[in-house]
């Protein structure tokens, strides 16, 4: 099955830093690398996601890039404000012919105003 | 529209009381999936469903666990004789098909709690 890692455990960066989450996975099947955003008392909400065919992918303030020779995804946020401090999970798919996601253990990230 | 939607938000049980925990998913979404989010463990997977089938079941920790989905819509996620270990969120998603790169929604969850 997939193994997953994911760095930092917590980190904390004053408002308007940039903050870089990575993501390490073993299955060189995996295509599909989605980022999720969980805030105290909710499910995990999808902000991102990125496919094995391209690099990059940003959507405003929000980037993701992966390394497939490598097996690494990273998330980074840019300008960061208070509303971004949650817990982040990288959940890549476990690989061909399976269909669950394997999540990291979690990245909880403070902004501090 | 509508996003997933689980029932109830928590519950409180004794050990060795059965309890059900449902999920609501996406209009039009096929593929359906049950995890569990616990302190120790983290979020693990327990099984998906495409269409009333449950082809894989190989993440339900034991035969106490037990899940179903009618018309292809709603699912009931079962526990028969509930253990203090069972204690956690229990999270459903949903997708629009089963696949290996379709993004999985999530619902709030239900937070388990056995006395």
């Known amino acids: 099955g997939e193994n997953v890692e994911q760095h930092p455990s917590t980190l904390s960066v004053q408002e308007g830093d940039s903050a870089v989450i990575k993501c390490t996975y073993s299955?060189?099947?995996?295509?599909?690398f989605p980022w999720y955003k969980q805030e105290l008392g909710k499910g995990p909400q999808l902000i991102i996601d990125?496919?094995?065919?391209?690099g990059e992918k940003k959507d405003q303030r929000i980037a993701v890039t992966l390394n497939k020779t490598a097996k690494h995804f990273s998330l980074h946020i840019t300008e960061t404000q208070p509303e971004d401090s949650a817990v982040y999970f990288c959940?890549?798919?476990?690989?061909?012919?399976?269909?669950?996601?394997?999540f990291g253990k979690g990245t909880k990230l403070s902004v501090i105003p | 529209g509508a996003g997933v939607s689980q029932s109830p938000s928590n519950k409180v049980t004794e050990k060795g009381k059965d309890v059900e925990l449902r999920c609501d998913p996406i209009?039009?979404?096929?593929?359906l999936y049950w995890y569990r989010q616990s302190l120790g463990q983290g979020l693990e997977f327990l099984i998906y469903?495409?269409?009333?089938?449950?082809?894989?079941k190989s993440g339900l920790p034991s035969d106490r666990f037990s899940a179903e989905r009618t018309g292809g819509s709603v699912s009931t996620l079962t526990i028969q004789r509930t253990q203090q270990e069972d204690s956690a969120v229990y999270l459903c998603?949903?997708?629009?098909?089963?696949?290996?790169?379709?993004?999985?929604?999530f619902g709030p969850g239900t937070r388990l709690t056995v006395l």
């Open positions: 998603a949903s997708s629009l098909e089963i696949s290996s790169t379709d993004t999985q929604y």
């Open positions: 469903f495409q269409g009333n089938s449950a082809p894989d």
């Open positions: 959940a890549p798919y476990s690989g061909a012919g399976s269909y669950q996601l394997t």
């Open positions: 209009s039009g979404h096929t593929a």
């Open positions: 299955d060189s099947a995996s295509n599909y």
């Open positions: 990125i496919r094995s065919n391209v």
